[in-house]
């Protein structure tokens, strides 16, 4: 499919260049052109043999293409918990709310589970999502069949799945199809054994990989870890070699200097989640100081049971809002640089390095941003006022590997949206039953 973007404008997430005015041509899966009409001229003489007929042509009318946001931390399944158990501390949410319901789902639940949440990436401009669920396999299946990006992360503990799984996985989920990609990972340190947190680390040495897993999201968590270890959770792990090839945490709430030397030092990344951390009264991440530091920080909305929507929006106005409420500085934590947590940040830490910028060559994960709204008007600061305004109603096209999966309200999963609904409300209804 070859399409033709043009009357755009266009922020391109690179270093140094601001928005400007253009086309955007795709073919196939990549980007083919990307940069200001006066150009085109010159990039038929450089490239006589290329393609000159389009299968579509897109007026984009003024209105912004940029690169999807990448939600950095979530679990698509648990839509079937959305609203279910709420406003409760997170030890009663988890082990009390959340994990009887989870022990209740089948793999096919958490098929159409997750393409409910996908619907709800696509409206919000999200193209690839760090996943972390139960039941990779179906969960694969329903991102390959919607054309959903998805990097799943293992989820292992001591009470479900196995480190054989997250080989498993990990040999079987890679490359398996474009959509779909598997890093290394873990629940967290306090649902695991020290024994299975070895075998973990051993993994990630034997394919001197980065491994992903919650970290220091609560203060009893790190307090806990350290009546056991001695430690925090952050030097405990690093201390079994779990973070030799890199990886990250998410939340990372509660984190000390000692911590953020280490999370330097292995060159790790911060995925950062404050609406999930503001509803469970978690704490504020030390977004500043990580910064500071040059530790890259990446953004997610953590899942539907404890956010309670997957809005990238929100997460953006969040992880600034609070970072100058904590600091006491509103300069600190630049629109420009959540822009980047939410973009590029994002796709480098899920590996996905083809997705991050949009450039010649590059993956065709685009969106574009409807900028003839009253909440985007008049236009001062684009960029800023994605951060500080923006919404998901904003968002009216989502591409992704060069295939238009939303565009003004309608979706292109291969499935209808009312058949999804109609399948939530039938798990929720038998799994109700079965409580």
């Known amino acids: 499919m070859r399409i033709r973007f043009y009357n755009a404008r266009i922020l391109t997430m690179e270093d140094g260049r601001d928005i400007f005015e253009g086309e955007i041509w795709t073919n196939n899966d990549r980007i083919i052109y990307c940069d200001t009409t006066d150009q085109i001229e010159k990039y038929y003489k450089e490239n006589p043999d290329s393609m000159l007929v389009f299968d579509r042509e897109i007026d984009c009318k003024g209105n912004l293409l940029m690169p999807g946001f990448k939600n950095a931390h979530t ?9 279910r158990a709420d406003d409760l501390p997170l030890s009663d949410w988890l082990n009390n709310q959340i994990f009887p319901v989870e022990a209740k789902l089948t793999e096919e639940d958490i098929y159409y589970l997750t393409q409910l949440a ?4 696509l409206d919000g401009g999200v193209t690839s999502i760090f996943d972390m669920y139960l039941t990779p396999k179906s969960i694969a299946d329903a991102c390959a069949d919607a054309g959903m990006r998805c990097v799943q992360v293992g989820a292992v503990n001591n009470f479900s799945q196995s480190v054989e799984l997250v080989e498993e996985c990990y ?3 890679n490359n398996r ?8 990972g873990f629940h967290a340190e306090y649902t695991s054994s020290k024994e299975l947190l070895q075998k973990i680390a051993d993994l990630a040495h034997k394919y001197k990989a980065p491994v992903f897993t919650h970290i220091a999201e609560t203060a009893s968590e790190v307090e806990g870890c350290k009546e056991r270890y ?23 709430v509660h984190t000390d200097e000692k911590d953020m030397e280490i999370l330097k030092k292995r060159n790790m990344f911060v995925v950062s989640n404050p609406g999930s951390n503001t509803k469970l009264a978690s704490g504020i991440a030390p977004i500043n100081d990580y910064l500071k530091r040059g ?8 899942g539907p049971a404890s956010n309670n929507c997957l809005n990238m929006f929100r997460e953006m106005f969040l992880v600034t809002g609070l970072a100058k409420l904590k600091e006491n500085d509103a300069a600190c934590v630049d629109a420009m640089e959540v822009l980047k947590m939410a973009t590029v ?6 590996g996905l390095n083809d997705c991050d910028i949009l ?5 065709a994960d685009i969106i574009m941003i409807d900028l003839m709204q009253p909440n985007m008007q008049p236009i001062n600061n684009i960029c800023k006022n994605l951060v500080y305004s923006g919404s998901n109603s904003n968002v009216v096209m989502t591409m992704i590997e060069g295939i238009i999966r939303y565009e003004n309200g309608n979706y292109n999963i291969g499935i209808s949206k009312e058949d999804i609904y109609k399948k939530a409300n039938e798990i929720k209804q038998r799994i109700d039953k079965e409580l």
């Not at 679990?75 to 609203?83: A, E, I, K, Q, V």
């Not at 199809?177 to 290394?184: A, E, F, K, R």
């Not at 450039?359 to 993956?363: A, D, H, S, T, V």
């Open 177 to 184: 199809d474009p959509y779909n990609s598997y890093i290394l």
């Open 118 to 121: 996908i619907l709800e990436y």
């Open 75 to 83: 679990h698509s399944g648990m839509t079937l918990l959305r609203s």
């Open 230 to 252: 001695g430690m925090s959770p952050v030097e405990f792990l690093d201390s079994l070699g779990m973070f030799d090839f890199g990886g990250g945490g998410y939340h990372l």
């Open 345 to 350: 940040n994002g796709a480098h830490a899920m």
């Open 171 to 173: 040999n079987t989920l």
């Open 295 to 302: 530790i890259p920080v990446a953004l997610g909305t953590d």
């Open 359 to 363: 450039k010649e060559g590059k993956k």
